[in-house]
T-cell receptor
Framework: DGGITQSPKYLFRKEGQNVTLSCEQN?????MYWYRQDPGQGLRLIYY???????QKGDIAEGYSVSREKKESFPLTVTSAQKNPTAFYLC?????????????FGNGTRLTVT | AQSVTQLDSQVPVFEEAPVELRCNYS??????LFWYVQYPNQGLQLLLK??????LVKGINGFEAEFNKSQTSFHLRKPSVHISDTAEYFC????????FGAGTRLTVKP
């Protein structure tokens, strides 16, 4: 079955360490997205990529970085510059560029930084 | 830029009762509208979408939503809920990017 795989499901890190969250899709979708979810705040867009080797900042890109070297993969690095990194991170993809088609989500990675 | 407001953060309801989850949006241009559902520790799943055409949209699991342009609303309804409908529901509006509401936690009690 096609879908989006995020790994790991739970991730624990010490403050000051960079950490990379994996996102892989086999839906042959062009566009991929990273969202952060905090209780009571809905989802906020971190970065998105419409095509390979290109990506744009979302609303809360500071302290994060991404790459899009392959169509299937869109890893997110949470750097030590991110002031409050503990959150639930969701990766998504869509079949068309732009935001007019529904998003398909992975099951998320819960990151805890202490 | 568009924005979306979900008017209730929590909605408790008894099993087999009807439910309405409210969503209002603001935008100066035409928008696309979505409802997603999230079960604990999972990603979001699409319930239904409005892109154009009929203002009454039917989705999965017996849910439906009505687009009201004059009131800029897209409320989600189900005539009879089940325990398994307990989840968090997100309204989203899309033009140049997709904006999500803060979510409504639906709790169905026996």
């Amino acid at each position: 079955d096609g879908g989006i795989t995020q790994s790991p499901k739970y991730l624990f890190r010490k403050e000051g360490q960079n950490v990379t969250l994996s996102c892989e899709q086999n839906l042959n979708h062009d566009a991929m997205y990273w969202y952060r979810q905090d209780p009571g705040q809905g989802l906020r867009l971190i970065y998105y990529s419409q095509i390979v080797n290109d990506f744009q900042k979302g609303d809360i890109a500071e302290g994060y970085s991404v790459s899009r070297e392959k169509k299937e993969s869109f890893p997110l690095t949470v750097t030590s510059a991110q002031k409050n990194p503990t959150a639930f991170y969701l990766c998504a993809s869509s079949s068309r560029q732009g935001f007019t088609s529904p998003l398909h989500f992975g099951n998320g990675t819960r990151l805890t930084v202490t | 830029a568009q924005s979306v407001t979900q008017l209730d953060s929590q909605v408790p309801v008894f099993e087999e009762a009807p439910v309405e989850l409210r969503c209002n949006y603001s935008s100066s241009v035409s928008v696309y509208l979505f409802w997603y559902v999230q079960y604990p520790n999972q990603g979001l799943q699409l319930l239904l979408k409005y892109l154009s055409g009929s203002t009454l949209v039917k989705g999965i699991n017996g849910f439906e939503a009505e687009f009201n342009k004059s009131q800029t609303s897209f409320h989600l309804r189900k005539p009879s809920v089940h325990i398994s409908d307990t989840a968090e529901y997100f309204c989203a509006v899309s033009i140049n990017d997709m904006r999500f509401g803060a979510g409504t936690r639906l709790t169905v009690k026996p």
